[in-house]
Each structure stands twice: as C-alpha cells, then as structure tokens.
C-alpha cells in the first residue's frame, strides 16, 4: 500500500481591515521584508538599492500616513498583521505581503479592498505604478499598462471600476 501525503494544514482566512497607528511598526516591517526579499527584479539585490528604496519606511512613516487622509488597511490572518495596503484619491500606493505569506491570497484580498474603496468615493477608474514584481500580478487582475515604466519610477497601470 503506497502511503497517503500528509493534508496540508488550512490556513486561517484574510482579514481586510482599516490600519491602526498601533500596526505601525508592523506594517514597516513587512514592507521592508517583502521589498528586500520579494522584489529582487527591482533591485538586482543591490545594497545600495535597497537601502535606499528602505530608508524611509519606517514606524513613523506610518503613522504619519494615518494622519492624512489616504486609506491605510492591513491584512491579518490569525490576529497577525501578514500584509498592507494603502490609496490616495484613486491612486494604489501601497500592497505589500509579508514574504511567508506570498501566493496566499493576501496581496489579492488587500487589492480588491483597496479597488473597492476607490469604487466608493466615486471613481470609475483606479491608477498604480508597479514594480517590475508586481507586473504579473496585476495584470491576471484585471490591471493594464498604460507606458512603459522604468524600474526606478515603476510601470503606470490601470482599471476600470
């Protein structure tokens, strides 16, 4: 008898919820993570690169965007905060995962919350620039390119809403 693989443990659903400026240094900690282990298209793991792409993504940086008026939402997956993701007007600025949680639905989870809460200030249309990373990802949801982008300034994208 040929033995059974072993049933992959199910993970705890995603939950989209607004941020808080407690998440703060958590949501620093997973951009930083997900930057430097997740985009090595963008930057070529070059330290200098990725110094300079982390040095502002701190505790503070958060908590001053909570101050402002963009949307700020966090994923959490059993009480711990695993992604982010932020709009301003019907910009995407922000999605970021955590690297253990990637291909987990979480970056998807926090997109359509982010397109939907663009849909509810009025906008029939949302824009991002993407990381070359990230390239894929939205275009299998619906986004498309607009120019051709550079890896430093990122590639313009669009959708309908």
Known sequence: MTPRAPVPVLQAPVTIRPAHLQDAEAMSAIRIASITALCAPDHDNDADTIAAWIANKDGAAFRSMLASDATLLV?????????????????????????????????????????AAIAAQGFASANLDSTATALRFYAERGWRQTGPGSHLAGYPMVKLL
């Open 75 to 115: 994923a959490e997956r059993a009480g711990r905060v695993v992604g982010l993701g932020g709009a301003r007007g019907a910009t995407v600025t922000l999605n970021y995962v955590d690297p253990g949680c990637r291909f987990a639905g979480v970056s998807t989870a926090l997109l359509a919350a982010l397109e």
